[in-house]
């Protein structure tokens, strides 16, 4: 008897176990408590903005491999535009100094002999005692290994880190950072190039995953929130889902992909990280196309990140504890006088505007929140583990969730085929 696939919600993480597992040949069902697939990658049409916008924004660079795979693998990477050569380009609101970030095409970084490529006021020792978090330990946050002060931390690291890990720059765990620098930065330019979603996450991301899904005879229900666990022994016995009850046979496996606090909930006995940070974005309808750049890092501001896409102008404040209880009106004022500065739009008043908060956005990325990090596997054979919170060896964003499905994934399959459900 060929086995099924239960997995346990449907965002990055559970979509990217369910494609892995379609292509597989195997039957699959995601079980999705909201009305909708995506998670905090979804997009949705605003009606105060009148338009289509994302839930939040993210970074995606051309060395996220998994991320690429994913969208070639459903079809969707004519959905994406690479900027290519990779440039990154900054400001600092305190004095208006602007500059961007280029890679050489090759390892090593000859360009840094000159000033000109370096960012504006830091010198090539400031460069070479960065290199030190190439050799970060498990227990080491980043300001045990490099400098935290001066204008290379200020304007590139602190903006860099705190986008990736949704955590304090300086207290963020160091191995994941390495992890990212290794298959980035440390590679070349060709892997830094900025990916953006000019049709939004959702067209890109979620809907085609859902389409492949579905074409592959796999079956998603939205509205199926997971009420109830039964186990027997070292297994996962059955799944109840209000009134629903599914019984599993030897050949089933569940795959969870919801967030830490949510599988810590469900199955008793699970470990994982316990803290968490908050993200605030920002969507601001401008109501004309201004020429400006799709990616600014805001140094200085209130603001991190601006995303421009068409007339929306978007913006992400990570590790927002002082912005997440304010009100949406103060911290959109606050942002808007961000992207004036930015742009050079201080005689155009402030538009429409959404305010989204993630209160527990990510789990808080430091070593001792990194340490709680389980593995895919579980003391039960049949139940696996998936999502950004998982041990990933990188940090909390969209390429952790698709890697942390596939992973999971891959090890239902061994499981499932000896157990004789696919051959």
């Avoid at 305190?94 to 090759?106: E, F, L």
């Avoid at 996450?201 to 074409?215: E, K, N, Q």
């Amino acid at each position: 008897m060929s086995g099924r696939a239960h997995i346990i919600g449907a965002g990055l993480a559970g979509l990217s176990a369910a494609v892995q597992l379609v292509g597989h040949g195997i039957s699959v069902i995601v079980h999705e408590a909201a009305g909708y697939a995506g998670g905090r990658c979804r997009s949705f049409f605003d009606h105060k903005l009148e338009c289509e916008i994302d839930n939040g924004n993210h970074l995606v660079l051309s060395g996220n491999h998994a991320t690429r795979d994913f969208l070639r693998l459903i079809g969707a990477d004519n959905t994406i535009d690479v900027h290519s050569p990779a440039d990154i380009p900054f400001v600092d609101l305190a004095d208006g100094t602007r500059w961007s970030v280029r890679p050489d095409k090759g390892r090593i970084p000859w360009s840094l002999m000159s000033s000109r490529n370096r960012v504006p006021g830091a010198s090539l020792s400031d460069y070479l005692q960065s290199c030190r978090i190439m050799w970060a330990k498990d227990n080491q946050s980043v300001k045990d290994v490099i400098s935290t002060g001066g204008v290379l931390w200020r304007r590139f690291w602190a903006p860099v880190i705190v986008a990736v890990t949704n955590t304090d720059p300086a207290a963020a765990g160091a191995v994941p950072m390495r992890q990212v620098f290794a298959e980035t930065f440390a590679k070349g330019e060709a892997a830094c190039r900025p990916v953006f979603f000019p049709q939004g996450l959702g067209r890109s991301l979620v809907l085609p995953a859902v389409d492949f899904v579905t074409a592959m005879s796999g079956e998603l229900r939205f509205n199926h929130r997971l009420t109830g666990v039964h186990k027997i022994n070292d297994k996962v016995a059955a799944l109840e889902f209000g009134k629903d009850r599914i019984d599993l046979s030897e050949n089933d496996c569940v795959i969870s992909a919801v967030p830490a606090a949510v599988a810590q909930k469900m199955f008793d006995g699970i470990d994982g990280p316990n803290a968490f940070s908050p993200i605030v974005n920002g969507h601001f309808r401008v109501n004309q196309v201004f020429n400006v750049l799709p990616l600014l890092g805001v140094v200085g501001g209130t603001a991190e990140w601006l995303f421009s896409r068409g007339d929306v102008v978007s913006v992400t404040a990570s590790a927002a504890t002082s912005l997440v209880n304010l009100p949406s009106a103060t911290v959109a004022v606050r942002f808007w006088r961000d992207i004036q500065a930015a742009y050079g739009l201080v005689d155009v008043p402030m538009p429409s505007f959404r305010i989204v908060k993630e209160k527990r956005a990510t789990f808080l990325q430091t070593p001792d929140q990194l340490s709680r990090r389980p593995d895919r596997r579980t003391q039960w054979h049949n139940l696996y583990l998936a999502g950004d919170w998982t041990d990933t060896g990188l940090p909390a964003t969209i390429e952790g969730s698709i890697r942390s499905g596939a992973s999971a994934a891959s090890a239902a399959l061994v499981k499932m085929n000896k157990m004789g459900g696919n051959t």
